[in-house]
Structures are given as C-alpha cells and as structure tokens.
C-alpha cells in the first residue's frame, strides 16, 4: 500500500520500469521465456497500478471502510482513513506528539503493534469514530 506521496511517485518511477522492462522483451524475445518474463511485468504492473489508484481514491477521499468483527481488524484501515482525511504522517505526528518516524514505524507495521489505547488517541487525533458492540 502506498502511504505518501514520496511513495507514489517512487511507485510512478517503477511503473516506467516496468513498462520499459515489457516493451523490450515483447520486442527483442520470443519464446517461452518471453512469455513468462512478459507475464510477470503485466502483473507487477496490474499489481503497482492498482495501488497508485487506491492511494489516489484515498487522497480525493473516497474511503470505504468494511463492518469489521474483531478489534484486531481495525488497524489496517487507519492509515486508509490518515490518507483520505487529508492528514500527513507528520501532522498526524503533530496532534499526536509525536515524531513523523514514529507514525512511519506505526504505518510499516500497519498498527499492529500499537496498543489498544494508543489506537483510539490516533483516531480521536483524525477525527474518526470506532463504533464497538460487544456481545456473550
């Protein structure tokens, strides 16, 4: 997943590749080796297209977030949500207190290492509500 601009365009950057990388084994190779090359560039490039067109979904703000069961499943969505309110790393980092490298660290590991509590200050921080039901 894409998570900055700086990202994108390094992801931009290896789209060119890519397509540069395809155009020449469709022009200079036939064979099977080709067609394994050239089937393993188009998926990489399916692959890295698509998350250029998620992350520009986000940035516009369109953001669809799924009913989750667990609360585990939350913390892949919040830099979803970082992305679509418009909210950088660094600022994110600002109302938190905290440095632009600390939510970096947090986004590696999509949250998964965030405490319980720590996950609600980020959310109360962007402006996002997490509606919990609990039931035995």
């Known amino acids: 997943m894409i998570k900055s601009e700086a990202q994108r365009d390094r992801t931009l950057a290896q789209i ?3 397509r540069q990388a395809l155009a020449k084994v469709e022009q200079e190779t036939s064979g099977k080796r080709a067609a394994v090359l050239a089937a393993s560039y188009q ?4 692959d890295l297209e698509d998350q250029v067109r998620e992350y520009d979904g986000l940035k516009s703000g369109e953001l669809a977030l799924p009913k989750v069961e667990r609360l585990d499943e939350v913390a892949p969505f919040i830099t979803r949500i970082r992305i679509a309110k418009g909210i ?3 600022e994110l980092g600002r109302r938190l207190g905290v440095s632009k ?3 970096s660290r947090y986004e590696e590991s999509d949250y998964q290492t965030v405490g319980m ?3 609600q200050e980020i959310l109360d ?3 996002a509500k997490a509606l919990v039901t609990l039931s035995a």
Do not use: C
Request: glycine share 10%; no cysteine; net charge positive.
């Open 125 to 127: 921080a962007m402006g």
């Open 16 to 18: 060119d590749g890519f």
């Open 101 to 103: 490298q600390v939510i």
């Open 117 to 119: 509590a720590k996950l």
């Open 88 to 90: 950088s790393q660094t």
């Open 43 to 46: 998926s990489m490039l399916r």
